[in-house]
C-alpha cells in the first residue's frame, strides 16, 4: 500500500521567515494530496490540498508544490505568523474524493518570535 | 457549517476491557472513519464507512469493531484493551465523491491501566 514520508519531525523558524515541510510517496497512483493542521489539543483541519494534474497551487500565504516524477510534495507557509505554530500532516490517495488517505508522520512548526 | 462531537473526551480502562468510543457529525456526509493517533506515527486508519450500516477495515482494524447504524453516528469499540494502546483516537467525516476534504472531531484520548 501508499506510504507517506515526511521528512522534518520539528521546524522552526523566526516570525516572517518562510516554512517549508516535504513529503515523499511511494505509490505512482497516488493522486490527491491534502495538508492538514493539527493545534494543541485539538482534531485536525484541513489547509490546502493538490491534485495531480497541477504543480503548484497557492490559497493566500500557503504554496503546495507537487513533482510527480521524484514523488514528492511540499508545503511553503510564507510570512510566518504565532498561530502557524502547529502538527502539520501531509497525506496521500489514489483518486481525488478517495475515501482513504494515507497520512504522514506529522511535523511540528514552532514559530519563534 | 457543522461539528463532529467525539465522547467521551477522555477515557481510562484496565487491561483486558471491552471499551466503545462514539462519534456524531451533523454534516450530513456519507463517509465516516476512524484513526489512531499515536505521537510521532501520524494517523493510522482504522475503520471507515460510506453509508449507513456499511463497514470497510482500514490498515489497522485488527484489535476493534465498529458500528455505522445510522448516518450521523459511527461507533468504535476496542475489544480488548491492552497497554500498547494508549493513543488519541480520532474522528472525521467527508462528503463521498466531495473534494476529499475530511472533517476531524477533537479526539478521544484512552489510557489503559
Known amino acids: 500500500g501508499e506510504k507517506v514520508e515526511q521528512h522534518e519531525s520539528t521546524l522552526s523558524v523566526r516570525e516572517g521567515d518562510s516554512a517549508v515541510i516535504n513529503c515523499t510517496y511511494t505509490?505512482?497512483?497516488?493522486?490527491?494530496f491534502p495538508w492538514y493542521k493539527q493545534e494543541a489539543g485539538k482534531g485536525l483541519h484541513f489547509v490546502i490540498d493538490?491534485?495531480?494534474?497541477?504543480d503548484r497551487k497557492q490559497s493566500q500565504r500557503l504554496i503546495v508544490l507537487l513533482d510527480k516524477k521524484a514523488k514528492r510534495f511540499s508545503l511553503h507557509i510564507t510570512a510566518t505568523q504565532p498561530e502557524d505554530s502547529a502538527i502539520y500532516f501531509c497525506?496521500?490517495?489514489?483518486?481525488?474524493?478517495?475515501?482513504?488517505?494515507?497520512f504522514g508522520a506529522g511535523t511540528k512548526l514552532t514559530i519563534k518570535p | 457549517g457543522g461539528i463532529i462531537t467525539q465522547t467521551p473526551k477522555f477515557l481510562i480502562g484496565q487491561e483486558g476491557q471491552k471499551l466503545t468510543l462514539k462519534c456524531q457529525q451533523n454534516?450530513?456526509?456519507?463517509?465516516m472513519y476512524w484513526y489512531r493517533q499515536d505521537s510521532g506515527k501520524g494517523l493510522r486508519l482504522i475503520y471507515y464507512?460510506?453509508?449507513?450500516?456499511?463497514?470497510q477495515k482500514g490498515d489497522l482494524s485488527e484489535g476493534y469493531d465498529a458500528s455505522r447504524e445510522k448516518k450521523s453516528s459511527f461507533s468504535l469499540t476496542v475489544t480488548s484493551a491492552q497497554k500498547n494502546e494508549m493513543a488519541v483516537f480520532l474522528c472525521?467525516?467527508?462528503?463521498?465523491?466531495?473534494?476529499?476534504?475530511?472533517?476531524f472531531g477533537p479526539g478521544t484520548r484512552l489510557t489503559v491501566l
Open positions: 505509490d505512482t497512483a497516488s493522486s490527491y
Open positions: 464507512s460510506i453509508t449507513e450500516n456499511d463497514l
Open positions: 454534516f450530513n456526509h456519507d463517509t
Open positions: 493538490i491534485r495531480s494534474n497541477v
Open positions: 472525521a467525516s467527508s462528503r463521498l465523491g466531495g473534494r476529499g476534504e475530511q472533517y
Open positions: 497525506a496521500a490517495s489514489y483518486h481525488y474524493g478517495n475515501e482513504k488517505i494515507t
